[in-house]
């Protein structure tokens, strides 16, 4: 066997733009608009996060972390024809974060206890919250769905009692 030989995951897309908690509905509307965005494509599955999910995602996130902090976005042929009357862009991963971002900024989903007009400075604090857009340029649909399998089957979720486990070795270590 040799490494050339190992069949390879779809590339990464070539494009991304860095942006912020606060601007990200303007970016939705805008690829809603202006690239007839499908923010729930067949493929992907149902809203599973539970409430308590979504709020530890958010507090996560204001805590600084930066490791769930992508959406992955497909539109075909972008930065070439962008054709917005046939061409759909898809939301390839990030559904659930997705939610539970907007569900946050919609002033539905308190996060340390508060919605986001409860916080003294919301603006800013969602202004601290950098997010990474990565829009692929896929065409055909059998490419999409072969790239949602590579990012979402490499990987196995922690139940809750492995991270209950590994949060009780941590309070004995205090």
Known sequence: MKLREV???TARPAYYVNTDLWYLDDNIEH???E???D?????????VWTEGKQIAFMEYLFKGGQMSNRL??????????MDSTTDVMVLVDGKQRLEAMRKFKANKLPV???TIDEWEDGKIACRSVQLEIYIHDLVNR????KWYIDLNSGGVVHTDEEIEKVQKLLDKEK
């Open 72 to 81: 992955l976005f497909n539109y075909p042929h972008w930065m070439s024809k």
């Open 7 to 9: 069949p390879q995951l």
């Open 31 to 33: 690829y809603q608009k």
């Open 35 to 37: 690239f007839n965005l």
């Open 142 to 145: 059998k490419d999409i769905l």
């Open 39 to 47: 923010i729930d494509p067949d493929f992907q599955r149902a809203h």
């Open 112 to 114: 340390f206890g508060h």
